[in-house]
């Protein structure tokens, strides 16, 4: 059976998904690059910009575990980009360039409706209005019997935990506090939604939590 599945999600010990104050020259908002240090290192980021190098280790298979068996993405609109309200114009198409990393289907919640936007090497960015359980749905029949990946943000995340709709989660527990920025936990009880944590590995830079939800 097909599953929703949070990878590789960073988060603070003080609990936030990113900084505050997201905008062009801070995507992760302020002080967010923090959260992906375990990532930026490791050998299968470096692959994925085509470059050389790169640490091995923990980090990095966990890294490279999450986009395998992946056939379709779910993202919030902030993950997409800094531009809020109505869309201006086409011209805003996702922080990744030409060619995003997906490959696959791309259901990105918003408010704002926009035309399918497709990218070079399989990646359509999809934009949805019918809200989180229509996006499931899209995702679900688009991946084709693979697993569903919520790639986030944390206010994208906090939605499918409060409905209790999502089946694994990885976290990545980066040891640095924000202070402020976009809470992953804030207003849910995990535990009453039928969440436990299954096993936690140590990383070079990061603690990997590996949450699942009961059946
Ligand atoms: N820590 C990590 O590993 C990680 C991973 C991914 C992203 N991030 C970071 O997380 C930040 C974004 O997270 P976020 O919590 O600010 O926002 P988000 O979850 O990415 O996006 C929230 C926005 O998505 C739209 N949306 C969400 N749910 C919706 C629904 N049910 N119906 C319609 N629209 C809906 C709304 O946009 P509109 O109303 O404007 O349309 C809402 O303001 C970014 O800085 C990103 O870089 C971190």
């Not at 302020?30 to 470096?46: A, D, I």
Request: with cysteine.
């Amino acid at each position: 059976m097909a599953k929703l599945r949070v990878q590789s999600f960073a988060v603070s010990l003080d609990g936030y998904g990113a900084g505050p104050d997201q905008d062009l020259e801070h995507p992760l908002g302020v002080n967010g690059p923090e959260l992906m240090e375990w990532f930026f290192h490791s050998r299968f980021w470096q692959k994925m910009h085509g470059q050389e190098g790169g640490e091995t280790g923990t980090d990095n298979e966990i890294a490279e575990q999450g986009f395998a068996g992946i056939g379709a993405w779910i993202l919030g609109r902030n993950m997409f980009g800094p531009v809020r309200g109505p869309w201006p114009d086409e011209s805003w198409k996702g922080w990744w360039g030409d060619e995003p990393p997906y490959h696959t289907p791309v259901f990105v919640l918003t408010h704002y409706a926009r035309a399918p936007l497709p990218m070079a090497g399989g990646t359509t960015f999809h934009f949805v209005t019918e809200g989180i359980h229509a996006a499931l749905e899209r995702a679900t029949a688009a991946a084709g019997g693979r697993d569903v990946r919520l790639g986030g943000g944390a206010a994208t995340i906090r939605q499918y935990l409060a409905e209790s709709l999502i089946d694994e989660l990885h976290l990545a527990v980066r040891p640095i506090l924000l202070g402020r920025g976009e809470p992953l936990f804030q207003g849910l009880d995990l535990r009453a939604l039928g969440y436990e944590c299954t096993r936690w590995v140590a990383g070079e830079r990061a603690a990997h939590v590996f949450l699942r939800r009961r059946m």
